[in-house]
């Protein structure tokens, strides 16, 4: 949520620090001056001053001492009270550091806090627990959706071989309804192979490589250059070599997903996409743009869930199993990379991968 800037808690409780000590020293002074006054060590003037009695050189040094004391109070609770605060609040800096780290994904992410018991500990053990939970939750989900994936790839790759003998037969009679048949379990097929690729994905069970993601999207393009006349909609590939650190089938297939969304879900005629790389000091960045028709930015916020197709964006000959984008997403996470969906003003859609960069290869 938006919220004005403000004073941060390590200044808050450093002032109060300070503040505290200053006005301690300021009752400490008072008191020490009235206990001298009312011993007689100090007098007024006619005009209201202060002023030593006669022969109590003492007290004549009053109050520049009590000014200088007033000066060293303010700067030691100053120092003092910001040292001691940024102590007190480490561990719950390191709690925000934990936060935003499984907010990017990393479920296995734990604080485990050191030290005897006190609320922040408190604090940091439930939410260890939590994320112990949820993460269990989460793996039980994958697992299931994987063994499911498994278990239907082999009678999908059944009937697929037997839909493709009828179909071949020259013998029969021309059926429709063979011929339907294979696409559903065409269709089928992909989407079993893109619940296993979320699954493995999500486990980031993978080996990490050095990758160009450049020579990914010339691949990606050349493959689907195919598709995209088929379409009419112009491809263009450009930009700088990206090197990025992570496995380079799961990154073709982000790739791939991204440019055959752009190729499908795009004008009737004459459309275009524009895949670009960009290398950055400590990023690589890989960006597929499109035209189509306008997408307002309710609909842009849900086209990475599941099974959400934007169907009105989508032809009926290339409706997909749903899964494009929510691959792309997974996958992304999984390589601890960023994913940005702009609906374009001209319509359209400008998707952006960032990943982390890697040295260029000699």
Same mark, same amino acid.
């Given at each position: 949520?938006?919220?004005?800037?403000?004073?941060?808690?390590?200044?808050?409780?450093?002032?109060?620090?300070?503040g505290?000590?200053?006005?301690?020293?300021?009752l400490?002074?008072?008191?020490?001056?009235?206990?001298?006054?009312?011993?007689?060590?100090?007098?007024?003037?006619?005009?209201?001053?202060?002023?030593?009695?006669?022969?109590?050189?003492?007290?004549?040094?009053?109050?520049?001492?009590?000014?200088?004391?007033?000066?060293?109070?303010?700067?030691?609770g100053?120092?003092?009270?910001?040292?001691?605060?940024?102590r007190?609040?480490?561990?719950?800096?390191?709690?925000?550091?934990?936060?935003?780290?499984?907010?990017?994904?990393?479920?296995?992410h734990?604080?485990?806090?050191?030290?005897?018991?006190?609320?922040?500990?408190?604090?940091?053990?439930?939410?260890?627990?939590?994320?112990?939970?949820?993460?269990?939750?989460?793996?039980?989900?994958?697992?299931?959706?994987?063994?499911?994936?498994?278990?239907?790839?082999?009678?999908?790759?059944?009937?697929?071989?037997?839909?493709?003998?009828?179909?071949?037969?020259?013998?029969?009679?021309a059926?429709?309804l063979i011929?339907?048949?294979?696409?559903?379990?065409?269709?089928?097929?992909?989407?079993t192979?893109?619940?296993?690729?979320?699954?493995?994905?999500?486990?980031?069970?993978?080996?990490?490589?050095?990758?160009?993601?450049?020579?990914?999207?010339?691949?990606?393009?050349?493959?689907?250059?195919?598709?995209?006349?088929?379409?009419?909609v112009?491809?263009?590939?450009?930009?700088?070599?990206?090197p990025?650190i992570?496995?380079?089938?799961?990154?073709?297939q982000?790739?791939?997903?991204?440019?055959?969304?752009?190729?499908?879900?795009?004008?009737?005629?004459h459309?275009? /996409?524009?895949v670009? +790389?960009? !290398?950055?000091?400590? $990023?690589? &960045? %890989? @960006?597929?743009?499109?035209? #189509?028709?306008?997408?307002?930015?309710?609909?842009?916020?849900t086209?990475?869930?599941?099974?959400?197709?934007?169907?009105e964006?989508?032809?009926?000959?290339?409706?997909?199993?749903?899964?494009?984008?929510?691959? /792309?997403?997974?996958? +992304?996470? !999984?390589h601890?990379? $960023?994913? &940005? %969906? @702009?609906?374009?003003?001209? #319509?359209?859609?400008?998707?952006?991968?960032?990943?982390?960069?890697?040295?260029?290869?000699?």
């Open positions: 949520m938006d919220r004005a800037p403000g004073l941060s808690v390590r200044l808050k409780l450093t002032l109060s620090y300070a505290f000590l200053v006005v301690a020293g300021v400490l002074l008072s008191a020490i001056g009235a206990f001298l006054w009312q011993e007689g060590w100090l007098q007024t003037t006619a005009e209201g001053a202060w002023r030593a009695t006669p022969g109590t050189t003492f007290v004549r040094g009053f109050a520049p001492t009590a000014a200088a004391v007033m000066v060293f109070l303010l700067v030691f100053l120092l003092g009270g910001w040292i001691l605060a940024g007190m609040l480490a561990p719950l800096d390191r709690i925000t550091h934990a936060t935003r780290t499984v907010a990017n994904g990393s479920l296995s734990r604080i485990r806090l050191p030290g005897r018991q006190d609320e922040f500990r408190e604090l940091a053990d439930a939410f260890d627990m939590m994320l112990a939970r949820l993460e269990a939750h989460v793996a039980e989900q994958r697992r299931f959706a994987a063994n499911a994936s498994h278990e239907l790839r082999t009678p999908l790759s059944v009937s697929k071989s037997l839909l493709e003998v009828a179909r071949a037969d020259p013998g029969r009679a059926d429709p011929d339907r048949l294979h696409t559903v379990n065409t269709r089928a097929i992909d989407l192979e893109a619940l296993l690729l979320l699954s493995r994905a999500g486990r980031r069970s993978f080996t990490r490589e050095h990758v160009d993601l450049s020579l990914m999207a010339e691949e990606a393009t050349e493959t689907l250059l195919p598709l995209a006349e088929e379409h009419g112009t491809l263009e590939t450009d930009g700088d070599v990206a990025t992570g496995s380079p089938a799961l990154l073709l982000l790739t791939t997903n991204l440019v055959h969304n752009a190729i499908v879900h795009n004008l009737p005629q459309g275009s /996409v524009w670009t +790389t960009e !290398a950055r000091p400590k $990023t690589v &960045v %890989l @960006t597929v743009e499109n035209t #189509g028709e306008p997408i307002t930015p309710e609909s842009v916020s086209l990475t869930e599941p099974f959400q197709r934007g169907t964006r989508v032809r009926s000959d290339q409706a997909g199993v749903g899964l494009g984008l929510a691959v /792309v997403e997974t996958i +992304t996470h !999984a601890d990379g $960023t994913l &940005v %969906l @702009t609906p374009r003003s001209a #319509g359209g859609l400008r998707i952006t991968v960032e990943l982390r960069g890697a040295p260029l290869r000699e």
